[in-house]
């Protein structure tokens, strides 16, 4: 190494020795450095994460208690769901969860409108709207359920108010699931009004100025030309409401524990009960994998734009 | 701009912009002003019916110190903090390393390697639970701290990866050229170059991974037992099954869990929703 490279090398804040042997680690190092960065946590990411979702299709063959040796049954957890009028309560919920879920990319697209204009005193009130954000899914079930509570929650005075008895939302079978999406949509709708308003920001001036001088206002300015340029952001928002709809346990597990009788279930709460409840954890990992599945033909969605963008990038 | 900025001389339509904001602002944070209120409020007063009705006496802080001094809120809050904060050290070391690696260099299995984290951030957590609790039980440590910083750690990792490989790609590529001129190894070059560079988006993805730990509760049920290591949230969900009428101090707990990520989203802001929203508004 000569003078001018140590000079350089200081200059870039090293301060590596400035004579070395040749050794292996040298001349290999150019290729053996970044295959180490890789290890630890590739490795790590295949134990954890990879390999125990195999494990779980895996485990979903067989009648196992945790305990003893699992017993293979082939299909017939899978046969058994078919049969389990929880797992259709279950399924169903999901469903009604990832329909009314949609309601967020819209909501937070209205709010993140509403909220980008630079007057004094929006900076604050944006952060104020991010709160729920941020908030644990477990802290927005309690909150809710003191809001929803149908004897002095803030809903029962609201009916109250118009002399009306508030209804018991979360003791209701009819009506249990419908509220329990409200309370997750709270944070969802955060979400998605970040994302809409970060798009907002990166709005071409140019074309903007185009259309508006064109005459485009109002609606037609934000249908042909706002809304086009969002479309990105909206896959996203839409993407991860979707995700998020699926995913839902946490809410379930605090404000019902699937109650009453089953009513506000999901598979990924039915799922956690049969395992540890009672036990059956290879019928378990069968209603895991039924999730699972639904919700790699989203990450296939997903995964398949960002790549093409990827490569359009490239 | 869209909608069509407000001009700076309508002053009075200014006005009632932010007042309206105001209005909508308050409907929306409504459950949790209900939950503060609450949470300043005597257990005499929710006794005798008055849950709404101007308090007979404002218990400023008694809730919150009872909270910390009647249940074992202070034990569950340590443990968040001894789980938390080494995940976050674990997750920004490693996700540098592979974000650095994935962004520049070519190799085979690059693309597949990167699809893997990706996919890996979305699956349920349903899927993993029965193996990885398994696993932790036959490693001997169920019940331990280490098992959900391992948990945390790896499962961060993924969406971490993404992140630091988006950002590290987007630093100029000249930088790179001329540290491998002089003949910089790789790891000066990650230890140089390359970090001092990246110190907004290790801040980013600090405080998005710390919310996302802090917040968890599903793995804090599955892998942990013993009041002696689980965290506030499963400490929450306790609390509130043993004081089923007492939501004076429910509330003031709740409030207790809220702080921690919602004070580290305003201390930064701007870097935390710049994390978010990496990746979703350019391209």
Known sequence: MNALDAVEKRALGGSGPTTEAAGPWRSNRSWLTPVLFLVPGTFLFLLIIVVPIGQSLWISLHDWDGFEQPVWLGLDNYRELLGDPQFTTALRNNVIWLVLFMVAPPAGLAIALMLNQAIRGMRIAKSLFFIPLVLAPVTVGVVFTWFYDPTFGVLALVFQAFGATGPALLSDERLVTFAVVIAALWPQIAFCMVLFLAGLNNLSEDVLSAGRVDGARGWRLFWHVVLPQLRQVGFIAVVITVIGALRSFDMIAVMTQGGPFGSSSVLAYLMYEQAIFSYRFGYGAAIASVLFLIMAVFIAWYLRRMLRLEREAA | ??????????????????????????????????????????????????????????????????????????????????????????????????????????????????????????????????????????????????????????????????????????????????????????????????????????????????????????????????????PVTAGLANLRGQYVSAWNLVAAATIVVAVPPVVMFFLMQKHFVAGLTMGAVKG
């Open chain 2, 1 to 230: 701009m869209f909608p069509r900025p407000l001009p700076d001389d309508a002053s009075a339509q200014r006005f009632l912009y932010m007042s309206l904001v105001a209005v909508v602002l308050a409907l929306w944070l409504l459950p949790l002003l209900a939950i503060m209120a609450t949470s300043f409020r005597t257990m005499d007063d929710l006794m005798r019916g008055n849950y709404w009705g101007w308090p007979e006496r404002i218990a400023w802080l008694d809730n919150y110190r009872d909270v910390f001094t009647q249940t074992p809120m202070a034990r569950f809050f340590l443990n968040s903090l001894v789980i938390t904060l080494p995940s976050v050290a674990f997750v920004l070391t490693l996700s540098t390393l592979m974000g650095f690696v994935l962004s520049r260099y070519r190799f085979p299995g690059a693309t597949l390697l990167f699809a893997v984290f990706v996919a890996g951030n979305f699956v349920p957590h349903q899927i993993l639970m029965i193996p990885v609790r398994d696993m932790m039980l036959r490693a001997g440590v169920y019940d331990t701290f280490f098992a959900l910083i391992l948990f945390h750690t790896a499962f961060q990792t993924g969406f971490a990866t993404l992140f630091m490989r988006n950002f590290i790609a987007a630093l100029p590529q000249e930088l790179f050229e001329a540290a491998r001129a002089e003949g910089a190894s790789p790891f000066q070059v990650l230890a140089h170059v390359v970090v001092p560079l990246i110190r907004p988006a290790l801040a980013a993805l600090a405080i998005l991974t710390f919310t996302f730990i802090w917040n968890d509760y599903f793995w804090a049920i599955v892998l942990t037992q013993s009041d002696a290591v689980k």
